[in-house]
């Protein structure tokens, strides 16, 4: 069986991403032979290093070890990681692990860049592209990802819980300027103008009737009563057969009655069941509106229950309603719980229990410890400590392993990565190679 490279030199502690290139070094452009698929180089260009590279795995250089007996180790170190082993006999090896995707020098990721994460592709072929990509969404140098990026997707692009024009981001966007009403201008560049936009249906002199099919089908509130096409009597009691017959199959599908908000079913097929459906959450049906307004997890007793009372998968502190509340008391409260501060961002538990534990976790990646005069002395997750160059160069040359994670300096991907250290590692011991 064929030993990797890396793990037969475990001894010198070699993993992909530290290597000695021989005297002429590889052919340019391969990426095709025992040692250039384990040299963590990206020899042929193509943005994929070493075994990440189909030339190497459909060449028989990438299997796994299998060893006699498994040690069980925790499989989380540099080392533990580029070796071929499943250490922790958990069905996952080296990258495939998520323990290890966390360790940027292993360059198990191809997504951590604006660029990689903003070109509307799946880099590194694991189903996510862009900012669906966790790499990406936790990427220490990341930005394109905190903002809302399509204001008319229906997507919370920068997962912040604000959709679209929910979203303070899109404030500016055309779809979410609103209509104007009486100036006969598409104001939201939507295609509609005036009483003929959905934003204008029931208002001023764009106000009529409920009480035709099309009025009773277009999604406005005609009438200005509060009321949206089937949901308004004048359409469900409506003794037009055509509205009846409408009126009845779309409400015995939709997710618009208390009901159908409450019964634990996606009853409108569109991913979304109950109270995390806006059709139940922004109904302007009282009953159901104040319904899942009390099951609402905003609240400082709702946010330390340990329950996940709104039932959309997140509980507590790992809610973004809980730890982007108005309630300065919750805020507050998340803020001292979550994994946020050197000591818990280093003690290999996961303080928050949200499944991450340390640098994995988000709410680390930006935590710096200071001294008295507030100047930064270290940080769990980087080694580049600083907002400005020379602060960055100054941690990424004083020889010292700044962020404890057994990489020191130019050997620890963050000095190469962090955009105000362009070229700073080139020519310098390290130098890392990651796509």
Known sequence: MRLSWCYLL????CWPGCYTVPEGGPPAGYENDEYTCQDGRDNDRDGRVDCFDTDCLMRGFCGEQLPIIPDGRREDTAELCSDGIDNDDNGQFDCGDRKCQSIMELCCSAEFTNETCSDGIDNDDNG????????????????????EQDCDDD??????????????????????????????????????????????????????????????????????????DCMDFGCSMSTDPAILAYCMSTMGGEEATLDACMNGIDDDGNGFVDCNDFSCSMSMVQAVFEYCAGLAENTLEKCMNGIDDDGNGFIDCNDYSCSRADDPAVVTYCSESLEADFAKCTNGADDDGNGYADCADYSCQNVVETNAAGQAIRSPCQESIGDDRAAAEAFCSDGEDNDLDGFVDCDDWDCNWNPILIGFCEGRAGGLVCG
């Open 10 to 13: 475990i001894a010198s502690l």
């Open 128 to 147: 996510f592209g862009d900012c669906r990509d966790f790499a990406c969404r936790s990427g220490v140098f990341v930005t394109v990802c905190e903002e």
């Open 155 to 228: 997507d919370d692009n920068d997962l912040d819980g604000a959709t679209d024009c929910d979203d303070e981001d899109c404030a500016g966007a055309p779809s979410c300027r609103g209509e104007i009403c009486t100036d006969g201008v598409d104001n939201d560049d939507d295609g509609d103008i005036d009483c003929r936009d959905t934003e204008c249906i029931g208002i001023g002199t764009c106000m009529a009737e409920e009480n035709t099919l099309e009025r009773c089908q277009d999604g406005g509130d005609n009438d200005g009563n509060g009321f949206i």
